[in-house]
């Protein structure tokens, strides 16, 4: 079983920036393959960025594109989420999520792929 506990979120003004970390707990994040997932209110659940569990290979949503930028650190079992250019489109939910997986380069973009999902957290970007 692994827990995972989003943290980062807040109030922010377009244009600034929010990191959003993932911390995993319960078991080790060797062989999790990492999602990021939004939900704006009135909304359904949408992908922002998924990374392979190796860390070699990640894919974004365009609407985040060359301004968000997932990453993962083994060491400390916490995935990231670096958002710049923050847009109040971005408003939303924001839910990390692992899949326990050996392929070492693949990562997912369907919600229904992931195992474990943390409680989210909120991103608020005013205009």
């Known amino acids: 079983q692994v827990q995972l506990v989003e943290s980062g979120g807040g109030l922010v003004q377009a244009g600034g920036s929010l990191r959003l970390s993932c911390a995993a707990s319960?078991?080790?994040?060797?062989?999790?393959?990492m999602g990021w997932f939004r939900q704006a209110f009135g909304k359904e659940r949408e992908f922002v960025a998924a990374?392979?569990?190796?860390?070699?290979?990640?894919y974004y949503a365009d609407s985040v594109k060359g301004r968000f930028t997932i990453s993962r650190d083994g060491a400390k079992n916490t995935g990231y989420l670096q958002m710049n250019s923050l847009k109040p489109e971005d408003t939303a939910v924001y839910y990390c999520?692992?899949?326990?997986?050996?392929?070492?380069?693949?990562?997912?973009?369907?919600?229904?792929?992931?195992?474990?999902w943390g409680q989210g957290t909120q991103v608020t970007v005013s205009s």
């Open positions: 999520a692992a899949k326990n997986t050996y392929r070492t380069d693949s990562y997912y973009l369907r919600s229904h792929d992931y195992d474990y």
């Open positions: 319960g078991s080790t994040f060797t062989n999790y393959a």
């Open positions: 990374i392979s569990w190796t860390g070699s290979r990640s």
